[in-house]
């Protein structure tokens, strides 16, 4: 029989090509099986890959190369070596305790009989048995090319399902930037593997929805786009400018896809522009792609280009409407104190309630109403006299009582919204001066009858303001404060929600800390 190896070319994949190398890891006790097996596949290529060999001699040298190196495509496996069964307790450890399912296992045994093929294809999760004296050349380069497209195909499959679990997490709460985020990273992904495995990519916009959002800039300047989301070597590059990120030949064509609205490709990356109604437009940049892109591989660009788009546009109006509506709710909530507050008294307020909400075990949804109605828990005041509120000399008890009835003014003017977020702005406004013993007001609420909101809101009002500068006082110290807080504790305020405040003092009190997210 011939023994030569005719390496053909696989025109089958020629239109996909992959970079780096395909590892292959030999295990075999016999020198000489590594040394004919790297010779016979010593030209090997498939899809412009060639192969990196790692030899090892024995299972326990077999098993460390297997748990650092999670890429091997394929391994070439003796049966027989330390132990009769050597090869077959390695191939076990592969799939159950490496827990690896995608390398491709090919046993090869000088002693067949030892291990019947027949009771190991049934016992072990292996994809190949073969004696060596059988495996010329020639099948070992068809057996390798076998199993290097089906590893090929099991990665490719698995980016998919990756990239699909993202979108599908994402969908739920498709409206909030994170899972924005994870939602065009799933369609990256899926993408970036059907057009044949690239690990890089970037998506950049003039218009990132964040806490710090950049403007809408009309004109085409590369200046104006910056990172929102990427993978491989972009994936610390969010927040990043354009021209920071790429340069030469790649930045120009960044520049011409965004000025002709258009899609540009060369030998290793692609650039498509996805054209928006709300900004200057985004572009999708994806690096290490096949050479040659397929009609069909252009068309699943271009419907991605169009429809992540419409996600971002949409997310970016939604942002809008959360930006105004949560500036209307500050200055409303300005207008209310009827005292002299500094400029961050309502920021530390929403910020306090943030920390010792989440503290308390608040999941998000709740965290951002919270946040979101805490600053109108004073809004009753729009109705209360002014006089009263702004009294130099002592309060009378008919001010008093005129001042106290601020929370039945604010609980009348939100009660009976079917907005979640009203609801609670109602409840907070009328209950943020109730007592934990039941001695505070409106109503006399004990304990946890008193909403959990209504009650963080007590605690985190109470601090702002010993914390701040007012006409009548000087702001207290962080120890004095939370010593007067502690004092309270179990009388006025709730002792859980007293505790969570001087667990995370730190947190509130530093000032580097985003005082709204």
Request: glycine share 6%; hydrophobic share 40%.
């Amino acid at each position: 029989m011939n023994d030569e190896l005719l390496f053909a070319d696989d025109h089958e994949d020629e239109s996909v090509e992959y970079q780096g190398t395909w590892k292959i890891l030999i295990v075999d006790d016999e020198p000489e099986i590594h040394a004919v097996t790297k010779l016979a596949l010593s030209d090997f290529e498939f899809q412009n890959r060639n192969l990196e060999f790692i030899s090892v001699f024995n299972g326990e040298q077999a098993r460390e190369v297997l748990l650092k190196e999670r890429d091997i495509a394929v391994v070439l496996l003796d049966v027989v070596m330390e132990t009769d069964d050597a090869g077959l307790r390695i191939a076990d450890f592969i799939r159950n305790e490496a827990n690896n399912h995608f390398i491709r296992i090919i046993l090869r045994t000088g002693q067949p009989g030892q291990a019947p093929e027949r009771d190991v294809i049934i016992n072990y999760d292996i994809n190949d048995y073969k004696s060596k004296t059988e495996l010329t050349a020639q099948k070992l380069f068809t057996v390798v090319i076998a199993a290097l497209r089906s590893y090929r195909d099991i990665v490719a499959i698995d980016e998919n399902r990756i990239g699909l679990e993202k979108i599908i997490s994402a969908s739920a709460n498709l409206f909030q930037t994170h899972s924005l985020e994870n939602f065009i990273q799933g369609i990256v992904q899926q993408l970036s593997s059907l057009l044949g495995g690239s690990r890089n990519a970037a998506y950049l916009t003039c218009a990132v929805a964040g806490p710090h959002p950049i403007a809408n800039n009309q004109k085409h300047s590369l200046d104006n786009l910056f990172v929102f989301t990427g993978q491989g070597e972009y994936q610390q590059a969010a927040g990043k400018a354009l021209p920071a990120v790429l340069s030469g030949e790649h930045l120009e064509a960044c520049r011409v896809a965004l000025i002709d609205k258009t899609l540009v490709y060369a030998d290793e990356y692609l650039v498509a522009y996805c054209d928006s109604n709300t900004s200057c437009g985004s572009l999708l940049y994806l690096s290490g792609l096949p050479k040659r892109l397929t009609d069909g591989q252009k068309t699943l660009v271009e419907m991605f280009s169009k429809n992540v788009q419409i996600a971002f546009d949409n997310i970016m109006l939604t942002k809008d409407i959360e930006d105004t509506q949560r500036e209307v709710i500050e200055r409303l909530s300005q207008s209310t104190e009827g005292r002299e507050i500094n400029d961050h008294y309502i920021f530390r307020t929403v910020k306090a309630c943030r920390i010792l909400g989440k503290a308390l075990g608040l999941d998000d949804i709740q965290l951002n109403l919270l946040t979101s109605a805490a600053p109108l828990h004073n809004v009753g005041n729009l109705c209360s006299p002014t006089r009263a509120l702004y009294k130099q000399d002592g309060l009378s008890p008919e001010d008093v009582q005129l001042i106290e009835r601020h929370t039945e003014f604010g609980y009348q003017l939100l009660k009976g919204s079917n907005r979640p977020l009203i609801k609670v702005a109602a409840i907070i406004a009328k209950e943020h001066h109730e007592y934990w013993n039941g001695q505070g007001y409106p109503d006399g609420l004990q304990g946890e009858n008193i909403h959990l909101y209504s009650r963080i809101v007590a605690v985190a009002v109470a601090y702002t303001i010993l914390r701040s500068d007012t006409a009548e006082n000087q702001a207290w110290s962080a120890q004095k404060t939370l010593e007067h807080m502690q004092a309270r504790s179990a009388s006025q305020f709730d002792p859980n929600v007293v505790a969570m405040l001087t667990d995370n003092i730190g947190k509130i009190e530093d000032d580097t800390l985003d005082w709204v997210r």
